[in-house]
């Protein structure tokens, strides 16, 4: 039998994930069956299998991959010299969670929260979320570090928690956009 390339390997993935987005979004992390999955993807169910063993491994697949396409776009903003201040910060952040959450078919600002209520009792899943979020806040404290006002991290917990506030609204009352965040920043910071 001959091997699939590695692209082909990896387009394959995606193409299962797509279809568990799809599935998640539509009837939640655990209503959503392997069978249905299988079915969107237009596959065998061996070959869904031989990538994911389990809905749990596919739930952790979906979460992990979603969260490090994000962790890569978001890199650049954190890295940006000189470094931005938390209104701009915000702003581009929440730019970019928009652009790459909208997606054909679903939303994964919608599927996060899923996500997050999944890592209340799934402990793997947990793990895995907690460390991209540590590594996130600890990338955030570094952008928000200036001489004289302390290492950041403070202001970091802040700012992620702005973030994260940002995808429970946007997905739930959808009513918020990026640069009223930044705005409503700097309108906080003005008051204080």
């Not at 907690?130 to 001489?147: H, I, N, S, T």
Request: proline content about 5%.
């Amino acid at each position: 039998m001959p091997k699939i390339s590695d692209e082909r390997r990896a387009a394959r993935r995606m193409q299962i994930l797509e279809a568990a987005w799809r599935c998640f979004q539509d009837k939640g992390l655990h209503a959503a069956t392997m069978d249905d999955i299988i079915r969107a993807s237009g596959l065998s169910a061996g070959a869904v299998y031989s990538y994911f063993r389990s809905k749990d491994a596919l739930i952790l697949a979906a979460v992990t991959t979603s969260l490090s396409g994000l962790r890569d776009l978001v890199a650049p903003i954190l890295s940006a010299e000189p470094p931005l201040p938390p209104t701009a910060l915000l702003g581009r952040i929440a730019a970019a969670i928009d652009g790459f959450t909208a997606r054909e078919g679903y939303d994964l600002r919608r599927i996060a929260l899923l996500g997050w209520s999944e890592a209340q009792r799934n402990p793997t899943l947990r793990l895995a979320m907690q460390g991209f979020y540590a590594a996130f806040r600890d990338r955030l404290a570094e952008a928000l570090r200036r001489p004289g006002a302390g290492d950041g991290r403070d202001a970091a917990a802040a700012l992620l928690a702005l973030i994260l506030g940002y995808v429970v609204q946007a997905a739930i009352m959808g009513d918020v956009d990026p640069d009223a965040m930044a705005s409503g920043l700097a309108g906080l910071a003005a008051v204080g």
